[in-house]
């Protein structure tokens, strides 16, 4: 059993870690989130466990657990999972220890060049499970629950256990990145002046068709923020986004994150985790993300070299064309790229690729979206 508390003792979140050897253990990096210590439990033992490899992108960590013993624990190989095949979650809903779940495997989602991204269940698992272990019928761990996914009804949705042995590589990279936002990364754009019109092209790279994207400043905005569009659009100054209520730059718009695409970067973190809901033109849509400020980098933009921060947002998204609706399995994988401009407040680039669903809930979208201009 995982417990993560805060500063002052008040516990953040109950779940579950899996031991994989003497002291490590792997879990779902959303159970870790603002945690100041962590504990595990074992029948009547506690250990103490810290962060070792983070990986946000794919919401798996791995903690150093000193005096915590364990043989090396078997995994499954991607190449043994078959679709159908029986797997049993152990874990520890709501404290209860060595919880048994016995499901399916009823499918392996891939990624565009093949690649293993999720596992699909059959069933989703219990409530408090997230970190939880997934295993075959030979005992080897085969997934983990993912806390994210059941936080947003996406449960049947886990990550696996293959991804445990590209940890360590994954997770100092990760650590690298903390420094790799400039320190004026929160504040720059505070400076720029209020732009009168921000122009961008969307290409929508399935029909190879483009169209001009204009927002306009209006001439009355709400006290300390800027408006575009009669209130369509609304920003602090600096970059955060208060408020979208018209989709005029297609995806860029109508899946908006809370704060924006770089809303965490002007905040000076560089991992997180976002999952919400987005209701625009009828249309429902639940996202599950895991976000990485990738690198920094210079982008010509608008005939001038801008210093950049790249933002790798991947996860999975779920759609319904009924806004009332809430359950269904239109599911699909989510990748987008956000290139944001500290100087100028704003994201300048913007690309994204999902496609998923099913029958008549089939979706598609591949488009990048460039700013042209800014007076």
């Not at 924006?260 to 993300?289: C, F, H, P």
């Amino acid at each position: 059993m995982l417990q993560a508390s805060d500063a002052q003792g008040k516990v953040l979140a109950v779940g579950t870690a899996v031991a994989t050897g003497t002291g490590s253990a792997v879990t779902s990096c959303q159970l870790l989130a603002k945690a100041a210590s962590v504990t595990l439990k074992r029948d009547n033992v506690s250990y103490g466990a810290t962060l070792e490899f983070p990986d946000a992108e794919r919401d798996l960590c791995q903690l150093r657990v000193p005096n915590l013993p364990g043989p090396p624990l078997a995994l499954a190989p991607a190449g043994s999972l078959q679709v159908g095949m029986p797997l049993y979650t152990v874990g520890s809903p709501r404290g209860r220890e060595l919880t048994l779940g016995i499901g399916m495997l009823a499918g392996l989602r891939r990624g565009n060049a093949g690649q293993l991204e999720a596992l699909q269940l059959n069933t989703a698992p219990a409530a408090g499970m997230g970190g939880a272990g997934l295993f075959d019928a030979q005992g080897r761990l085969a997934g983990l629950v993912s806390a994210a996914s059941i936080v947003t009804g996406s449960a049947e949705l886990a990550m696996p256990a293959s991804w445990i042995a590209e940890l360590p590589t994954r997770g100092r990279v990760a650590v690298e990145r903390m420094a790799a936002l400039p320190p004026s990364a929160s504040s720059a754009g505070a400076s720029v002046a209020r732009p009168s019109v921000v122009e961008y092209r969307l290409l929508d790279r399935l029909t190879g068709m483009s169209r001009q994207v204009v927002y306009r400043a209006d001439a009355s905005p709400p006290d300390g923020a800027l408006s575009f569009n009669n209130g369509g659009w609304v920003e602090k100054p600096g970059g955060e986004v208060v408020g979208v209520t018209t989709a005029i730059a297609g995806e860029f718009d109508a899946v908006m994150p809370p704060g924006g695409w770089a809303g965490e970067i002007l905040k000076q973190k560089t991992v997180w985790s976002t999952r919400y809901s987005s209701v625009l033109g009828g249309m429902r849509v639940n996202m599950d993300l895991n976000a990485v400020a990738a690198d920094n980098t210079t982008l010509a933009v608008a005939g001038r070299n801008l210093n950049v921060v790249r933002i790798e947002y991947r996860g999975f998204t779920q759609r319904f064309a009924n806004a009332g609706a809430v359950v269904g399995n239109q599911y699909g994988h989510y990748r987008a790229d956000a290139w944001f401009s500290p100087e100028l407040g704003r994201v300048v680039r913007f690309e994204v690729q999902t496609r998923g669903g099913s029958l008549t809930g089939v979706f598609h979208i591949n488009e990048v979206l460039e700013l042209v201009d800014i007076r």
